[in-house]
């Protein structure tokens, strides 16, 4: 037809359509009717380059026109085609290509017009169906809206839609049985001050900062995992939600919100925290107990009973016995060496706290700044150094016993620290928030005059009083040689089965000189020298390394010493054995060991008695 026709202009403008004529070697438009210049809104369409039109689709475009070539006509909905002003176009394109294969002709069939067209005819058809067709439609609407209200009751989430200005408009059957409101108490009411409007602390929820707000005033879905709605009896409920946005004819109309209710999982969860946390910090206590239970069977105080028969010891027996079965803080006195670890033992072994551990501190063990974490127990980050919780020997002693050694060694503020937690029965980690209960029972112990440290300012009145409910005195190994036979024979029992060497005999002449010496350094001394004695002994006789003529300070064995005489005897001793091993304090051949003492208890006392490197240098 193109062929035929001279004039192809009037050929276009008798076409019903929207139609272009191109030039497809060329890319150019050749001419277009008034219905594609309108169309394309193209002012100027001769010369116009099609494929400007067509954009990113030109590939579509070519595989359009090689179907035309290939079949002389086609027709195609794929080619996105855009107007001369940017506006994108929903088209049919058809084809048909001439006979001599220079021109190509193209229909557009605006389809945003062919639908209005339809919608026309479809309303037609209903105003032309009469009355009955609008009663079916409007039946169909009611059981539809009818359906959607099941579907809404049905769901086992909570429900309820906003409008753009908060207000509620629908809620759920499960909202409401969650919530305790009904569709009267909430309908058209302004839904975040019913149910949102506080935090489950208490804070003030400002609406501002509510995300089902965001949803509807920006646009927002927004998921929520973990807050509160708060039910009409003014109870919280904890919710996980999500809001999102609804739209009217692209016109944004409220929200909806779908929650569930996690109160029930979110104890849970907390109970499984708490009991993870629980089962931490006993393991931690078990470890911590497993290790002094460790360092307790390695000491040998642990394998020694009290040993003797002198009116000294059973009186001391009796009043073990007698107070062993209460829970009355014990205060055992002594000179170092008496055994008054020994007698704590006592006292816990025979108590009703048996079951539970004796834990053993020493004040002057540590150093003065570190003392309130022993003692106190330490959070994550307390203080620099603290790269992990901790439980003190307070909370470790919970249920048992708690013997604090050398107390008069305690810094005067942890003193009072010490007297509060006791007294109230709560003890508080160092930055921990709340304490934490402890139930134990209380020993301790002094080689000091606690009076006269009273008296001195050095230590606190009320605790002393506190501590001091049942007394206890350690009697000096001077004061009762008739203990000796049995004490070294008993050490020697020891020392030969750590040694793993037979037993010698302790004749009558070793016997006297260990009876005739004074023990300064009281039992522990008598088992540093019956250790040595078995050591060198190896014959059948042990070999006793006491001189009869030994002195201390300037007075012979045998006399009563003053108890400056006593504390420089003991600070002479110290300085020969800091001078035999090169100031070498702990470790294997150090003083402590040649004086049989802990190596905390040797720097405690060469503290106390002011030992300087000078005086053994």
């Not at 069939?109 to 058809?125: F, G, P, S, Y």
């Not at 839904?191 to 935090?199: A, L």
């Not at 107390?407 to 620290?417: K, N, V």
């Not at 304490?435 to 080689?447: K, Q, V």
Request: glycine fraction near 6%; charge should be neutral.
């Amino acid at each position: 037809m193109l062929d035929a026709l001279t004039n192809p202009d009037s050929v276009l403008q008798a076409l019903p359509e929207a139609a272009v004529l191109l030039d497809p070697h060329q890319d150019r438009i050749v001419a277009a009717n008034k219905r594609a210049i309108a169309l394309l809104e193209i002012s100027d369409s001769k010369g116009l380059s099609f494929s400007s039109l067509i954009g990113g689709d030109l590939p579509n475009f070519l595989v359009f026109v090689d179907e035309i070539a290939h079949r002389k006509e086609a027709w195609t909905r794929s080619v996105r085609i855009t107007s001369f002003s940017g506006k994108a176009l929903r088209c049919e394109m058809r084809g048909t290509l001439s006979s001599d294969g220079k021109t190509l002709l193209l229909t557009l069939i605006d389809l945003d017009e062919l639908d209005r067209h339809e919608q026309v005819t479809e309303t037609a058809k209903l105003q032309r169906a009469g009355l009955s067709a609008w009663k079916r439609a409007e039946g169909f609407f009611t059981e539809l809206e009818r359906q959607n209200q099941l579907i809404l009751n049905a769901a086992g989430e909570g429900i309820y839609g906003v409008n753009a200005e908060g207000k509620c408009t629908f809620v759920n059957r499960a909202a409401q049985e969650m919530l305790g409101w009904t569709t009267e108490d909430l309908y058209g009411r302004e839904i975040h001050s019913v149910m949102h409007h506080h935090h489950l602390n208490g804070d003030v929820y400002h609406a501002h900062d509510c995300p089902i707000y965001r949803s509807f005033r920006f646009e927002q879905v927004n998921r929520i995992e973990d807050e509160v709605f708060w039910r009409k009896d003014g109870r919280p409920i904890r919710v996980e939600y999500v809001s999102t946005p609804i739209y009217d004819q692209q016109v944004l109309a409220g929200a909806v919100v779908i929650f569930r209710d996690i109160t029930e999982r979110k104890e849970n969860e907390q109970k499984l925290r708490d009991a993870l946390d629980q089962i931490a910090e006993l393991r931690d206590r078990l470890e911590q107990e497993n290790a002094y239970l460790q360092e307790a069977i390695i000491s040998e105080r642990a394998h020694h009973d009290i040993i003797g028969t002198s009116p000294a010891v059973q009186q001391l027996l009796a009043k073990i016995e007698l107070v062993s079965k209460t829970n009355a803080n014990v205060m055992i006195t002594g000179e170092a060496g008496t055994g008054k670890a020994l007698v704590a033992s006592a006292l816990h072994k025979d108590s009703e706290r048996r079951r539970r551990p004796l834990i053993h501190f020493k004040c002057g063990s540590v150093a003065a700044d570190a003392t309130d974490a022993e003692l106190f127990g330490q959070m994550r980050g307390a203080f620099p150094g603290a790269l992990r919780d901790k439980p003190g020997k307070l909370e470790l002693a919970h249920g048992g016993t708690l013997f604090l050694d050398d107390i008069t060694e305690l810094p005067l503020d942890t003193q009072g620290q010490l007297l509060d937690a006791l007294q109230r029965g709560k003890v508080r980690r160092l930055g921990a928030l709340e304490p934490r209960d402890i139930d134990i029972r209380l020993i301790s112990a002094s080689s000091a005059d606690l009076e006269r440290e009273v008296a001195a300012g050095r230590f606190r009145e009320d605790l002393y009083f506190h501590l001091n409910v049942f007394p206890i005195h350690c009697t000096p190994l001077r004061d009762r040689p008739d203990d000796i036979p049995a004490l070294a024979n008993h050490l020697l029992d020891i020392a030969c089965k750590r040694l793993s060497r037979r037993k010698p005999r302790v004749t009558e002449a070793v016997m006297s000189r260990l009876m005739s010496y004074q023990w300064p350094g009281n039992v522990r001394e008598l088992r540093n020298v019956i250790e040595r004695a078995a050591i060198v002994s190896t014959g059948d006789k042990l070999i006793l390394e006491l001189s009869s003529g030994a002195t201390l300070g300037s007075k012979s064995v045998g006399q009563i010493l003053t108890d400056a005489e006593m504390q420089g005897a003991m600070r002479s001793n110290i300085v020969a054995a800091l001078r035999a091993t090169k100031g070498k304090v702990s470790g294997r051949n150090g003083a402590a060991e040649l004086l049989a003492l802990q190596p905390t208890t040797l720097y405690s006392r060469i503290k106390k008695l002011n030992i300087t490197p000078s005086d053994w240098t």
